[in-house]
């Protein structure tokens, strides 16, 4: 695992979804399922995608007490995905739960990421509606530690946040970043945006593209282009 290109699949259906991954034709990307997907089509959609042989990370964020977000990880283990999440302010005790909860009887488990502050949130927002007035690299730090000390495997974060990550809290410790646009493109409701190369010359362990590829006329072409800047 490491240094992929996500393709996070915000698409409304398993119908959308399925015909766009068939532009791929012999590539196999690592795909994102997030809430609109799974929450309109469920499991089934995971095992349509695995039996396509292809990775998935399910993005469904969960943050909740920590017997809630436990009982929910026991039972999406039983997917075999190779990614999923909970959001970093749930608090430690959250995600030793959603880790215990993850763990299969033999010990294996899915890679498990923290969501630390979301890519579309800035230092203005923070500070007006969350009250929290640190500096963003430090409230990110802090997320990212306390998730390591859980035993979660990495975070979810911007890529300007990648090198800081590695550097302090360790450099195995995952960095998967969403927030990238090429220098030519829309930024749309991301703030804190980063290209392909850039984020990995930061030290992105993997990046997450949404709109500018599955809003792309060639996803194909695209996903290829975020390959070669950011893997090869
Ligand atoms: O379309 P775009 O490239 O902005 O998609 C980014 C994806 O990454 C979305 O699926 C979004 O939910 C997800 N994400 C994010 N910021 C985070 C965590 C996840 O943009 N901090």
Known sequence: MGKDVIVACDFPSA??????????????????????????????????????????????????????????MKVLSNLGVDMTNVHAAGGSAMMTSALNGLTKPDGSRTLLIAVTQLTSTNEEMMRKELLIDKPLPDVVESYARTAQGA???????????????????????????????????????????TTPELAKKLGSDYIVVGRPITKAEDPLKVYERCMADFVS
């Not at 532009?23 to 609109?36: H, N, Q, Y």
Request: proline share 5%; hydrophobic share 40%.
């Open 15 to 72: 119908k959308a979804t399925l015909e766009f991954l068939d532009k791929f034709r012999g590539a196999s990307p690592f795909v994102k399922i997030g809430m609109e997907l799974f929450y309109s089509e469920g499991p089934a959609i995971v095992r349509e995608i695995k039996s396509r042989g292809m990775k998935i990370f399910l993005d469904l964020k969960l943050h909740d007490i920590p017997n809630t977000v436990g009982s929910a």
């Open 151 to 193: 035993g979660l495997d990495g975070v979810v974060c911007s890529p300007l946040e990648s090198g800081i990550i590695h550097e302090k809290v360790g450099s195995s410790f995952l960095t998967v970043t969403p927030g990238i646009r090429f220098a030519d493109g829309d930024i749309g409701d991301q703030s804190r945006v």
